[in-house]
């Protein structure tokens, strides 16, 4: 009988976000096609590590199994992406799975993303719209800037920006590529755009946009493509442009 074909992942693991990382190695019975989910799956259901030893289960996030979420990111062989749509059979052996080290580790490979939605918040990243009466139908958007703009929306707040970005860290305030990105994008909406000086405002704000410092890694591991370093030229201008309207008094001016 032929021997069952393993893979091998060796996993850092933290048992709380106050606990010491430590490294931990399984063997995982092979199936072609499988993804990283499927073998940490298969760690689910016997947690046993590679000396035979009856472990606790691998704790990892996931939602919707199909790279629209962002939940699954973690960094795997060096580089942080989605864990689903990691095929095993493209990746180097043995596998190296590790949490994310720009956010803080909750337990194993879930981190916490809280600072990507506070700087959601700084840049007020929604449509104000929400009331009790109808407002009618709103202003339609060319189709030209439709296109664009739908590039930008498919940003799933999965982290991987930050991670790579080396402006993003522990002493660094700056909210990152993806908020930046956000807030070109609901400053281009008709309605949005009603409330462009305040997200601007968030930008020129400590951590805003003057803290990229141009690496460019953002554009590189974006895993929807999000042409985030355009962006970043873009609402760089825009606050310039801001800012002599703040300066000379015509806040309102367009």
Not at 6 to 32: C, L, M, N, W
Not at 58 to 71: F, K, P, Q, S
Not at 220 to 237: D, H, Q, W, Y
Request: some cysteine; aromatic content about 6%; glycine content about 8%.
């Amino acid at each position: 009988m032929a021997e069952q074909k393993t893979v091998t992942f060796i996993i850092t693991r933290q048992d709380g976000p106050d606990s010491a990382p430590y490294d931990e190695t399984f063997h995982i019975p092979y199936r072609k096609n499988m993804n990283v989910i499927s073998g940490l799956m298969e760690i689910q259901k016997n947690p046993v590590n590679a000396d035979g030893e009856k472990t606790s289960p691998v704790h990892w996030d996931m939602n919707c199994l199909e790279e629209v979420c962002g939940a699954c990111s973690m960094v795997i062989n060096g580089q942080a992406r989605q864990s689903c749509a990691a095929l095993v059979d493209q990746l180097e052996q043995p596998v190296r799975l590790e949490p994310m080290d720009t956010f803080p580790v909750v337990r194993d490979l879930i981190i916490d993303r809280e600072r990507m939605f506070d700087a959601l918040k700084q840049i007020k990243g929604w449509v104000p719209i929400d009331g009790t009466h109808d407002l009618g139908p709103g202003p339609r958007m060319p189709e030209k800037k439709r296109q664009w703009a739908y590039e930008l929306s498919k940003c799933m707040t999965c982290g991987v920006c930050l991670e790579a970005c080396p402006n993003v860290n522990d002493k660094s305030s700056f909210i990152g590529p993806a908020a930046i990105s956000q807030a070109r994008l609901f400053n281009a909406h008709p309605t949005g755009e009603m409330n462009k000086s305040e997200r601007l405002a968030g930008l020129m704000d400590e951590g805003g946009v003057l803290g990229c410092g141009n690496a460019q890694n953002c554009v590189e591991v974006c895993p929807k493509g999000i042409p985030l370093t355009t962006s970043i030229a873009s609402m760089n201008r825009s606050t310039l442009v801001q800012s002599f309207k703040n300066f000379f008094g015509s806040d309102n001016a367009h």
